[in-house]
Every structure is written in C-alpha cells, then in structure tokens.
C-alpha cells in the first residue's frame, strides 16, 4: 500500500528525536521527519514527542495544527494538490477539482478507500504561467484542463 512505518513502531520516531533533542526549534526538525517517516503526525506521536522533549502535548499539538504542511490525519499515498490560487481560479481550477473528485469518488480533503489517493484543494503553487497546476506528489501538471483527470490518474 504504502512505504510509511506504523505508529506502533517509535524505533524511528526515537532516532529522529535523539539527533534533533537540545537544538534550538527542534521541534519543528522533528515533526517533519516524523511525518515523512509515518505519513502523519496521530496524537499517539505527538504525546512521545512532547514526553520526549520535556514539553506540554499542547504545545507540540500547537506546532502541527498552526503549520498547514502538517496533517493529523493518514493522507493517501499520492496527494493530489490542485491550486486554487487567483490565477488558477479564474482558470477553471474548480472544474478540475470538481473532475478529480468524482474521478476517484472523494470530496477535497479526503482519501480514497484504498489509501491511494488524497484530493486537497491548495493555494498559489508558484507556477501561476501554467494555471490551471496542480501537483501529485512532486508532479507538476500545468495547463490542466477536466478532461485530463482519468488520463493523469491512470498513471499512477
């Protein structure tokens, strides 16, 4: 399904804490290469980090809900991240997210059944010349149009 390492193995989370703990803002090192070693940053880590680090879990917890490139919550294994930005919008982006949610039977922030895909409606991506963009991972797809949704999905 996907290369994420469950929760219930802290051997990684603890390697992770032990090179970062005593640094100033170690935190935020932490919660990054925790979540790209789970996939998602669940109370279950937040509350070893906290412990971990000698800090309250509302502070860790503030850190992941204030920081949009957190998630608490298994995102699939592809995320699809259409941008909504100014340019894209005018664009038609909704129409794409529109396409790209009913291609694969989510609404904008869920994840199909499968674990495979995660469908995010995100602001400027930094590539307004190509709008409407969106992204699949480190993907870039640009001049997008709804009619591309079933072609783009099948590649993955």
Do not use: W
Not at 65 to 88: D, E, P, S
Not at 92 to 108: K, P, S, T, Y
């Amino acid at each position: 399904m996907d290369d994420f390492v469950s929760i219930d193995n802290l051997t990684p989370l603890k390697e992770i804490i032990a090179k970062h703990k005593g640094a100033p803002g170690c935190a935020m090192p932490i919660l990054q290469e925790a979540q790209e070693v789970y996939g998602y940053l669940p109370i279950e880590l937040q509350k070893t980090i906290a412990e971990e680090l000698g800090v309250s879990l509302s502070e860790i917890f503030g850190i992941v809900t204030f920081y949009t490139q957190f998630t608490l919550v298994r995102k699939g294994k592809y995320r699809v991240g259409i941008c909504l930005g100014t340019a894209c919008y005018v664009r038609g982006a909704q129409n794409i997210v529109d396409r790209f949610c009913r291609e694969l039977n989510v609404e904008v922030g869920g994840t199909t059944p499968d674990m495979k895909f995660t469908v995010d409606a995100t602001r400027c991506l930094g590539a307004c010349g190509l709008a409407p963009v969106m992204m699949i991972n480190e993907d870039v797809y640009g001049a997008l149009t709804p009619d591309m949704a079933p072609d783009i999905i099948a590649k993955y």
